[in-house]
């Protein structure tokens, strides 16, 4: 029998894109299969129990055996078995299922971080070094990675099924993926939200690389500025250096270590200084004004892009101890010239 190539290629392909399972590559995925096996076993035992059950009392108590049905009144004991020992499983399901939820989205301390933004309808990738991807995320296997994402637009959900890896990424707020990967390879990345016409073609494309790989692919994919740096230029452009200047006589508070410090509020509340924290700062400043200074900073609501905050709060988690506001200062009258400043909202 002659099968046409076409058609061999075509039933090779549908096999295994209808494979039964993705693959596990990540550290996290044998962990979240083996919960998805108990749950899939206990089901299959319950349905065979009560299969089971079902077909032996319709035998056993058939109306030619028991012409005259008997009344049971209840058993305590039998009760009791059938709550305490579902009751039982669904706490092991419990437990097992929380302590995963905590190791899937808390990120070791160690994790390198990439942004993630998503909009209708593509994936972009930030790299700290620079790098841009578009519906594609290169990273390095055996080193955890942290996704810091947000939506441009609607709701969507980042999701690489070979790695189990699913979270919503939501207007307004960063959220937080991490993974670790465990083989070199490329694996799928879904949004998993409906998010419009062309949903179905928000897809891309995780490249794993080996950490050799990973270090030449950086550095050739680099864009020559890293995110700080044009975080930098951008806090020139934008004016923010006329306030946050780091002297004394600033009106604006000095932002060198205020990345992971806890700052103190007018209202006498304290916060935990995080890229969240950062990115509202800066389009909300009036939602929590700093302890000692005037509500006097205006909102930039509107005015810079998803990309440009995650620059400008690059460039504001570097500030750890010597501030570089004084040098932007400096050399920002050569900036101000320029005709378009990236990271700004484009009508
Ligand atoms: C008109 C002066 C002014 C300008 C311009 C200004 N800020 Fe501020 N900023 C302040 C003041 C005053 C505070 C403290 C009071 C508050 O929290 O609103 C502050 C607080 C902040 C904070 C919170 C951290 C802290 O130490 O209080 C961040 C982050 C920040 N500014 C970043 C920026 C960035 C980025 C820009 C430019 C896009 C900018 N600011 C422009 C005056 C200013
Ligand atoms: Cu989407």
Redesign the pocket.
């Known amino acids: 029998m002659h099968i046409s190539p076409v058609l061999w290629q075509f039933l090779v392909k549908w096999l295994n894109a209808s494979a039964l399972f993705p693959r596990e590559a990540s550290t996290i995925a044998p962990y979240a299969d083996a919960l998805y096996f108990f749950l899939l076993l206990m089901t299959v035992v319950g349905v065979i129990l009560v299969g089971a059950l079902l077909f032996g009392f319709s035998v056993m108590y058939r109306k030619e055996k028991h012409p005259v049905a008997t009344q049971i009144e209840g058993s305590t004991l039998l009760e009791a078995t059938w709550t305490i020992i579902p009751l039982g499983i669904f706490l092991v399901v419990f437990v097992w299922g929380a302590l995963l939820y905590f190791r899937i989205y808390n990120p070791p301390t160690n994790a390198m971080n990439i942004y993630v933004v998503g909009k209708q309808w593509m994936w972009k990738a930030e790299h700290p070094g620079g790098q841009h991807e578009i519906n594609a995320l290169h990273v390095p296997i055996g080193k955890p990675v942290q996704l810091t994402m947000i939506s441009q637009d609607v709701f969507h959900s980042f999701s690489i099924p070979d790695f189990r890896v699913k979270r919503e990424v939501i207007p307004g707020r960063y959220t937080t993926v991490w993974f670790q990967a465990t083989e070199p390879g490329t694996y799928h990345i879904f949004c998993t939200q409906y998010c419009g016409t062309n949903h179905s073609q928000m897809i891309g494309e995780v490249t794993a690389l080996s950490p050799e790989d990973y270090q030449k692919w950086t550095q050739e994919s680099t864009s020559g500025m890293s995110l700080a740096q044009n975080g930098e230029r951008l806090?020139a452009s934008?004016?923010?250096n006329?306030?946050?200047s780091g002297s004394a006589a600033a009106?604006?508070?000095n932002?060198a270590g205020?990345y992971g410090s806890k700052?103190q509020l007018a209202g006498g509340s304290e916060v935990l200084v995080n890229d969240a924290y950062?990115r509202d700062?800066?389009l909300n400043?009036s939602q929590?004004?700093?302890a000692g200074?005037?509500?006097?900073?205006?909102t930039?609501q509107g005015q810079i892009s998803e990309e440009g905050l995650i620059d400008?709060v690059e460039y504001?988690k570097t500030l750890q101890t010597n501030y570089r506001v004084q040098q932007t200062l400096t050399t920002s009258q050569s900036d101000q010239a320029a005709p378009t400043t990236p990271g700004m909202v484009k009508p």
């Open positions: 806090f934008m004016g923010c006329s306030c946050h009106r604006g508070p932002l205020v700052l950062l700062a800066i400043p929590h004004v700093t200074y005037a509500p006097i900073m205006p930039y400008l504001v």
